[in-house]
């Protein structure tokens, strides 16, 4: 709502993205692309995780090419919509709101490798305690059957990484669906979250706002007088000259009587 504020955090978003980024976009760029931007997963066919696992096993050929191709960019849309509606709801709720999104996105993400399961391993302890310690044990449990798997037992000094067997995938879903219940009960407790007092003044602002059409000039708060306990007044809106005047009564006080 501080338009310097948005500047200065979009300035230094920036300046950071620049500084890492920028070297690989200028040098690297065709691994870039193929690895970060058009990154499908260990198998861009089938990653046997979500909605284009769901889509494979009901044949829904159309679905399965949609998903990973335009329908990812619907699927970012949603995990962010739905995350900000219920922050700029109830501005207290930011962390809830951060593990929120990255929930949703792995849930519904159409590429997927192994170590996307540690993405919501900390913040769904935020949407649901007891739901959240249950999404970590699955997924570390699951983490645990294929890692064994692809090292041919202990003692895991070598891996060869695949995709997910049939069993494994059927686990997946178990966590799959533990993921969602975080989701589910992540977004009733945002949405239940009482109201502070900064959520009241900010909505009775916006309403004044729309109502007036123009943003209303603020009121300097009434600030206690040390000697008398009435408001000193809304003309001393200088932490400066609070400072002074304090310091005048103060003076005066102590002044010797003749």
Request: proline share 6%; net charge positive.
């Amino acid at each position: 709502r501080d338009r310097r504020q948005l500047t200065r955090a979009a300035s230094g978003f920036l300046v950071v993205f620049l500084v890492l980024w920028l070297p690989a976009i200028t040098q690297q760029w065709d691994g870039l692309k193929r690895n970060v931007l058009d990154y499908t997963g260990w198998d861009g066919n089938n990653p046997h995780w979500g909605p284009v696992d769901a889509a494979h096993r009901a044949n829904l050929p159309s679905l399965v090419t949609f998903l990973p191709g335009s329908g990812r960019f619907l699927i970012l849309a949603v995990s962010a919509a739905i995350p900000a509606a219920l922050v700029l709801r109830r501005r207290s709720t930011l962390a809830m709101g951060i593990g929120l999104s990255l929930a949703f996105f792995l849930l519904l993400t159409p590429a997927f490798a192994m170590q996307y399961l540690a993405w919501a391993a900390a913040v769904v302890l935020l949407l649901d305690l007891w739901w959240g310690t249950a999404y970590n044990l699955a997924a570390g449990a699951l983490l645990f059957i294929v890692y064994d798997r692809w090292s041919s037992g202990f003692p895991w000094n070598h891996a060869h990484a695949g995709g997910m067997l049939t069993s494994e995938a059927n686990i997946g879903w178990i966590v799959w669906t533990i993921l969602l219940t975080c989701i589910v009960l992540g977004i009733f407790r945002m949405w239940r979250w009482p109201a502070d007092e900064t959520d009241t003044c900010e909505r009775a602002r916006d309403g004044e706002e729309r109502s007036s059409g123009h943003r209303p000039t603020p009121v300097a708060p009434q600030i206690p007088s040390a000697a008398s306990g009435r408001a000193v007044g809304s003309s001393i809106t200088n932490p400066l000259s609070l400072a002074y005047s304090l310091e005048a009564r103060g003076a005066s006080r102590r002044a010797p009587t003749l």
